[in-house]
């Protein structure tokens, strides 16, 4: 028989699970067809699952140098089954707790793969989904009055640098590596792949990072990539920078040798293994989009500011519209697309309020424009740049490279992009990004009293600078 | 005034170089003024020589010894770890030597004259410096006292070679096997907490009924339940009677549930508060007022009871806390530069570095209902953000407090990893006048901590995604 529904979500990742529950709270009768597992890539082969082995390497690094503290260990050894156990443990507790959220919010979850119909005998309208049951059974039919697509994204390949599990890997293999290869090459430093450099170097393997554009992690600001180079250098990790990988090159053997031309000259690259880690491409095929009206423009989902594609009862959120490709954004682009479902009026997401962090050993993090962003969009900038080097807790933690560097419009005095690399700046990004959104200047921020001691003080003391007048410099 | 002294003139004289005095000078000579600042023992005060960074600098050692020896539970093998105390203590004085020597040079590049020596107030314009050998007169034309504090004594148990106050227990040149701690306030546990941690067994005598004043039951539960993992004993409504000293320790003996008891230990450490620095300063000859606890009396804008007169930090009323210090000693270098300051203190966040840390700002749920305030009060767990779990430290929660009419954001406390750095945020949104909603409405970075203030200010809302309402 078939089900009907207010709402169909069209795959359990970030954006399509929190979408349910929002949508259950709002009364909505829900579903979710997912095929593999809820939660999706955040969950199972992207944030969460990167985070916990990195958090396994930044202690291994940290155990190392401990001596320099005064805590001494004979040796310090990585147990690397244990490491992906502990991964595999925090992975299992996360996605118990959302597959409990479904069942509290009443949420139907259909476990199999789901394909849009056009008009039939169910709806004159397309948007009935038939759904492949990973169990074998008949293909399930529910029938929505509204679907999203959530349907994520996947990493991209290069032809002739397709995964093998063997000696070439994209995210999604590396995530369940068995053993730790001595060398790798990253093809792509971007932040998933700095993220990799950095907890494989952390790990001891020899990593060589081969990066198309002129510097590495290009989306963030020039300084925070140029303090990340050095400290990626620092580690041991090779950067090649304005270098063009040959993928007709790859020999595989003991190990891979590749060519890449950099800066015009060809070079030649060893190692054990190679990671693809060159963007990610959404999830458009396969799904019935032929059946609507609905766009897909640069291979994504074309959608307007509430998400609504061409067929306006069928919304898209997520990875699969392209934009920026983050969990935290999938998930509000999914709260907006259900509250407008639901006949509320949401206020359309800004995207230059939205934080991105790196995860690397130091951790990066930023909101808003890059300094050359505001420049190129005629702002006239001032910017202020604090060392964590006079912050007395960046001291005391051992880590006191990098910095927080934000930039002010001078004319109205805003505040237009907080950027930071330092220790913990990932839980710091929260207060520049609430600056961010309530406009404030950098005079308010820095009013905020910051206690002592700790890393947060460098926002102030940023802000004062912005206009001369910091403290501790 | 001696024949042949003759008086140095400046705009504004500092005294004391600790937190509130050091910012106060430097802000006010970027604000135009000629600065002068003295310091009788070493620039950076309590806070950077024996007080907030060297207390913090134990705490950390004390936090990688422990995440060494327990990281095999992710994956890390540490064999045979041991800490090498002499070489912490070398760890710990380089830090503060870094510090101290950047506040120097700080106050050196604002053109603030250092002058070193006793101040000594004279009358309502004049101080005279001392050192061993010389004596110095200055003439001024504002004054800020930010003499700072020193840890109390108690009458029946005088300070000794086994009996420290803080800097004696910061300095210790080994791990002792026994500790007890008496009081249980921030200093006393963050301290017992740390030598607890590098594996001394801590026994914390407070007098009242729950340690760490000021905080609500629920966040020293989860410190209490930390302290004795890690083989502390607390001992609440205890009051410390005496001790004895013996030949290679101490007996330390107390009262509790009316029974008198006594604990050997190697050592007692002190910590039952501070008294401010105010009684030799010639106070009286200047006309400035204090309490009967020698606590100066001051305005909104930290000015004393004579008008050209300020004072800051430990020796004003309020918590004696670095950054209260160094922000009243902001806004009084900005008011006597003539601009209209005035303190707020209810954005001045407080923070305890224990385990977990502790931090709040602004009201708690039981100080918003004695004002009369009904409000929201919205818990979210650590145990519920994946960014903590990949921390593999999810214990703890963040409590949001809002006022049920408009859902303005009046307070927050919060207990779990990294609170410290956490708590800025709320600062700000209570500075700004924010909401729930406003909160809600912010898109927090995934996976981080800050998502749970996002996520507390959802249940506030009563639309929370990742608990259960
Ligand atoms: C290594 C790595 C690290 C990352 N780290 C971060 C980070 O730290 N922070 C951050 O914000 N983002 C991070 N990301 C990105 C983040 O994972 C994505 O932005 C986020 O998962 C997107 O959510 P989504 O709901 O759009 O899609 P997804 O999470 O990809 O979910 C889509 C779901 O749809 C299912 N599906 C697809 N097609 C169908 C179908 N036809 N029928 C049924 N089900 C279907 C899939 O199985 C999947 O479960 C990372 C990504 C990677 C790869
Ligand atoms: C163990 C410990 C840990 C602490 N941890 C923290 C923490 O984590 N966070 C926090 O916020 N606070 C902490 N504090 C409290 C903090 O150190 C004080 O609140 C802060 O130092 C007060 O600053 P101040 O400028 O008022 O005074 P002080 O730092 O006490 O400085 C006063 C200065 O004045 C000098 N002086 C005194 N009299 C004279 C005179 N007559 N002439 C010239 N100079 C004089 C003194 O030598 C001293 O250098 C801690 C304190 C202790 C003891």
Redesign the interface.
């Known amino acids: 028989m078939a089900q009907e529904y207010d709402l169909v979500i069209l795959g359990g990742g970030t954006g399509g699970y929190v979408a349910a529950i929002r949508a259950s709270q709002l009364g909505l009768k829900t579903a979710v067809i997912e095929k593999e597992k809820l939660g999706g890539t955040c969950l199972h082969k992207g944030c969460i699952p990167s985070k916990a082995l990195l958090r396994s390497a930044e202690v291994f690094a940290t155990a190392k140098r401990g001596e320099e503290f005064g805590v001494m260990a004979k040796e310090v050894s990585i147990n690397f089954g244990k490491v992906q156990e502990r991964k595999n443990k925090i992975v299992g507790q996360l996605y118990q707790g959302v597959q409990h959220l479904m069942k509290q919010g009443k949420i139907d979850v259909y476990k199999g793969t789901g394909r849009i119909l056009g008009p039939s005998i169910f709806s004159p309208m397309p948007g009935t989904i038939s759904v492949e049951m990973n169990n074998g059974e008949e293909n399930e039919i529910v029938i929505p009055k509204n679907v999203i697509i959530a349907t994520g994204s996947r990493p991209r390949t290069l032809p002739g640098l397709e995964p093998d599990r063997e000696f070439v890997l994209t995210s999604d293999e590396a995530l369940e590596m068995e053993f730790l290869p001595k060398s790798i090459i990253i093809l792509g430093g971007g932040i998933i792949g700095i993220e990799w450099a950095s907890m494989l170097s952390d790990f001891g393997v020899d990593v060589t990072v081969i990066e198309y554009a002129e510097r590495i992690i290009p989306t963030e600001d020039k300084e925070i990539s140029r303090e990340m180079h050095r400290q990626m250098k620092r580690k041991g990790v090779k950067i090649a920078t304005s270098a063009k990988v040959l993928p007709e090159t790859l020999q595989k053997g003991g190990g891979v040798i590749i060519s890449a031309e950099v800066k015009g000259v060809q070079k030649e690259f060893k190692a054990e293994k190679i990671l693809v880690s060159v963007g990610r491409l959404a999830n458009v095929e396969g799904i019935g989009l032929e059946n609507t009206e609905i766009q897909v423009e640069n291979g994504c989902i074309a959608v307007n500011e509430y998400f609504q594609t061409k067929e306006s009862h069928i919304y898209a959120i997520g990875d699969c519209i392209g934009g920026l490709q983050l969990a935290h954004v999938a998930a509000r682009e999914g709260i907006v697309a259900v509250e407008h479902i639901a006949g509320q009026n949401p206020s359309r997401i800004d995207y230059s309020l939205v934080s991105k962090c790196i995860y690397s050993n130091p951790e990066a993090a930023s909101v808003g424009f890059s300094e050359d962003e505001a420049k190129e969009k005629g702002y006239k900038v001032k910017v202020g740049k604090f060392s964590f080097r006079a912050i007395g807790k960046a001291l005391v933690f051992g880590e006191s490279d990098g910095f927080v560097k934000i930039v002010a419009d001078e004319e109205t005095d805003d505040i237009l992009g907080v950027h930071m690399i330092g220790p913990h700046v990932t839980d710091m990004i929260s207060e520049a990004g609430l600056a961010r959104v309530l406009d404030a200047s950098p005079w308010e921020v820095a009013h905020t009293i910051h206690p002592h001691p700790t890393l947060s003080e460098a926002i102030g003391e940023a802000a004062l600078a912005v206009d001369g007048k910091a403290i501790h410099s | 005034m001696v024949v042949g002294d003759f008086p140095i003139e400046t705009e504004t004289l500092v005294i004391g170089a600790g937190?509130g005095g050091y910012?106060a000078a430097?802000?006010a000579a970027?604000l135009g003024q000629k600065v002068t600042i003295v310091e009788k023992g070493t620039v950076g005060g309590v806070?950077?020589n024996v007080g907030?960074?060297p207390s913090?600098?134990l705490i950390?050692?004390g936090h990688?010894?422990e995440?060494?020896k327990q990281?095999?539970?992710?994956?890390?093998?540490?064999?045979?770890?041991?800490?090498?105390?002499?070489?912490?203590?070398?760890?710990k004085a380089s830090?503060v030597k870094?510090?101290t020597g950047?506040?120097e040079g700080?106050l050196k590049g604002n053109k603030v004259d250092i002058v070193r020596g006793e101040a000594y107030f004279v009358d309502a314009n004049t101080v005279r410096v001392m050192d061993e050998n010389s004596a110095q007169t200055y003439k001024f034309k504002n004054a800020i006292i930010a003499t700072g504090s020193r840890p109390i004594e108690l009458p029946s148990i005088k300070f000794s070679k086994r009996v420290l106050d803080s800097t004696g227990a910061l300095s210790l040149q080994e791990i002792p096997n026994k500790i007890v701690v008496i009081g249980g306030g921030y200093i006393g546990i963050e301290l017992g907490g740390a030598y607890a941690s590098f594996g001394s067994q801590v026994t914390i005598l407070e007098a009242a009924d729950d340690i760490l004043h000021g905080f609500e039951k629920q966040m020293t539960a989860l410190v209490k339940r930390n302290l004795k993992k890690k083989g502390a004993e607390i001992i609440t409504k205890a009051m410390a009677k005496g001790v004895a000293e013996k030949e290679n320790g101490v007996v330390v003996t107390y009262e509790a549930k009316g029974e008198e008891k006594n604990i050997e230990a190697d050592y007692v450490f002190v910590m039952v508060g501070r008294r401010p620095n105010t009684d030799e300063l010639g106070l009286e000859q200047a006309g400035i007022e204090v309490n009967e606890k020698g606590i100066i009396k001051t305005d909104k804008q930290c000015r004393t009871s004579v008008s050209n007169i300020f004072a800051i930090g430990d020796v004003v009323e309020g918590l004696d806390?670095?950054?209260?210090a160094?922000?009243e000693g902001?806004i009084a270098a900005e008011v006597i530069a003539g601009h209209n300051s005035e303190i707020d203190y209810l954005?001045?966040?407080?923070?305890v570095f224990s385990d977990p840390e502790l931090?709040s700002v602004g009201y708690t749920e039981s100080q918003a209902k004695e004002d009369g305030i009904e409000v929201i009060a919205a818990r979210f767990p650590f145990g519920?953000n994946?960014?903590a779990?990949?921390?593999?430290s999810s214990e703890g929660f963040m409590k949001l407090v809002t006022r049920k009419d408009d859902g303005l954001v009046i307070g927050a406390q919060i207990a779990g990893p990294?609170a410290?750095?956490?708590?800025?945020?709320l600062?700000?949104?209570i500075?700004?006048g924010?909401t729930a909603e406003?909160?809600a409405?912010?898109?927090?970075?995934?996976?981080?901590?800050?998502?749970i203030?996002m996520e507390a200010a959802e249940v506030a809302l009563g639309?929370p995604?990742?608990i259960?309402k």
């Open positions: 937190p910012v430097i802000r970027q806070c950077l907030c960074i913090k600098a950390s050692a990688r010894y995440t060494a990281s095999d539970s992710i994956g890390i093998i540490a064999e045979n770890v041991k800490v090498d105390f002499s070489k912490v203590q070398e760890w830090v870094k510090l950047g506040v700080l806390l670095a950054h209260k160094s922000y902001k954005g001045i966040p407080s923070v931090a519920a994946g960014r779990l990949s921390l593999n990294s410290s750095d956490m708590i800025a945020e600062g700000l949104a500075e700004a924010m406003d909160l409405m912010t898109i927090h970075a995934h996976p981080t901590l800050g998502e203030t639309t995604i990742h259960l």
